[in-house]
């Protein structure tokens, strides 16, 4: 594997794919947009994107609401990028999210908060400071 991030997207399952676009674009202050799925998965699959800047550093991903596949429990964290953590705190249990590690010191690689969205996934959020 060449010496790039690892990570190239991400998929966050969810049961209330409207909920948990309000949750994300709350607490993180971006836009998602749909993105277009094949005629035949149309009924099966439904993806909300978050933003991407191909030629940019890190990974995007996407709000997956997909029959079969229910959200929370999946053992998988994904971490968003942030100037300061305690600022997306401060709005996860405004947007309906519950905070289960407030911001806390990762030594010499900053600082990072865990928190659950409104569809029960646990997700991170670090920065620097």
């Not at 209330?16 to 094949?38: G, I, M, Q, T």
């Not at 997956?64 to 053992?75: D, E, F, H, I, L």
């Not at 709005?91 to 911001?103: E, L």
Request: charged share 25%; glycine share 10%; with cysteine.
């Amino acid at each position: 594997m060449k010496s790039k991030n690892p990570v190239v997207w991400f998929e966050i399952y969810v049961d209330d794919l409207e909920r948990a676009k309000k949750f994300y674009e709350h607490v993180l202050e971006v836009k998602l947009n749909e993105l277009p799925s094949s005629s035949d998965s149309n009924d099966e699959m439904k993806m909300l994107a978050f933003p991407m800047e191909m030629e940019e550093d890190g990974a995007s991903g996407a709000l997956v609401k997909m029959t079969g596949v229910g959200a929370g429990g999946n053992s998988t964290i994904i971490y968003f990028r942030s100037e300061d953590c305690a600022v997306e705190e401060k709005r996860i249990s405004n947007a309906g999210g519950k905070i289960f590690k407030p911001k806390m010191s990762i030594g010499e690689y900053g600082f990072i908060v865990l928190a659950y969205d409104t569809e029960g996934n646990m997700f991170g959020v670090h920065s620097q400071v």
